[in-house]
Nanobody
Framework: VQLQASGGGLVQAGGSLRLSCAAS????????MGWFRQAPGKEREFVAV????????YYVDSAKGRFTISRDNAKNTVYLQMNSLKPEDTAVYYC????????????????????WGQGTLVTVSS
């Protein structure tokens, strides 16, 4: 599967962005999809993950109540709605995938994912 994240940009603190990740292939509905981010000089960080059906999600604590992950399997797309953005949310955001349907807390580990695409840059100004 090929993945392409989009929707990043420059936004002021307190603002919102919606990231999208388009996937190729006919089996998108069989993939767990995640969002990770990496800020300059920092390690890659888990943000959120969603099961293949969309029924189960996990978030990093800093994203709970502000970010929402969702997916549209008919459009082969996963989304990350980000509200109340903070300068510390500034990073390149990636949407990896793994060919399993059931998600667990183990999917907070980036090594679980087999497919990665190019990221999209989010910059939050103070």
């Amino acid at each position: 599967v090929q993945l392409q994240a989009s929707g990043g940009g420059l936004v002021q603190a307190g603002g919102s962005l919606r990231l999208s990740c388009a996937a190729s292939g006919r089996t998108f509905s069989s993939y767990v999809m995640g969002w990770f981010r990496q800020a300059p000089g920092k390690e890659r960080e888990f943000v959120a993950v969603i099961s293949a059906s969309g029924g189960t999600t996990y978030y990093v604590d800093s994203a709970k109540g502000r970010f929402t992950i969702s997916r549209d399997n008919a459009k082969n797309t996963v989304y990350l709605q980000m509200n109340s953005l903070k300068p510390e949310d500034t990073a390149v955001y990636y949407c990896p995938a793994d060919n399993v349907k059931i998600v667990s807390a183990y999917y907070r580990d980036y090594k679980r994912y087999h497919y990665w695409g190019q990221g999209t840059l989010v910059t939050v100004s103070s």
